[in-house]
C-alpha cells in the first residue's frame, strides 16, 4: 500500500499536549537546593538560583543524587557555563557504581560529550565521545534518556541524539550531578519517565519510512503498540499522532 503524509491533518497538540503526565522531581534551585539531593561529595549549595558544588573534583567525583530508583528514564537539566561536570545515571552510591556522561571535561579543554562507565569506583576510557558541540563557558540544556540498555544524550532540545552508548551492567539506579569545575553549576533539573518513541516506530534508532510501513501494518490490526497516543484505543487521532512526531524527525 501507498502511504503519505499529505493524507492527513496535523493538529499539534496531540503530540505536544496530549501525551502527558506528571515528572517524578524537578528543582529550580531558587529556594535553595530541594532536601531530596543527597550532597554526598562536593558540598553541594544553591548559588544565586543555581545548583553548584563548592568542591569540585574529580578525585574523587563530585556526586549529589536523587533518592529515586529508575530503570528507564528521561533527566533534563540547564549546564551554566558549560566546562567540566555531568550527569550520573542509574548509579548506586553503595558501590560506586553507574553511568556518567561527562560535560567538556578534558581538564576543561573539552567542548563535547562522553561517557564513563563506573563499576565500584573504576572508570572507563572516554565513550561515545563527540568534540565540537560547544563554546567553552555555554549555557546549554542537556537531556539523558535511559531506555533499557540504551543510553542516549541531546542538546537544546535537539531530536537527534548527541552521542549514545549501551551497557547491560545496570538494570537501575539513581540520577544526579557531577562537578569539577569553580564555574559551571546546574538549574532546572526535571527528572520523567522517557518520553514515548512514537516515529521511529520499529526502533532501529532512525525515523524513516520502514517506520510508516511497521506502524500501518500494526495499526491496521489494531496492535495497541499503534495506540502512540495512549488513550486506550487505535484510530484516526494515532494516524495523526505518528505523523507529527514522524514529519519533526522526533523518535
Ligand atoms: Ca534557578
Ligand atoms: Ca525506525
Ligand atoms: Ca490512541
Redesign the pocket.
Known sequence: MKLRASRFSFVPCLFLACISHAQIFTDDFNAGPSPQWSNERGNWTAIDGRYDSLAPSNNPTTRSLLPYILGDLSFEVDVIGLVDGGIWVRTDPDSDSGVLLVTGGFLGMGRGLYWHIVQHGTYSVALGRIDGLFTANQNVRIRVVVRGDLYTAYVNGSCTPATSITTDLFSSGRVGLYDFSAQQSFDNVVLDLPPPIIADFNQDGGVDGADVQAFFEAWENGDSA??????????G??VE?FFFAWENGCA
Do not use: E, K
Request: aromatic share 0%.
Open positions: 499503534s495506540d502512540v497516543n495512549q488513550d486506550g484505543g487505535v484510530d487521532a494515532d499522532t
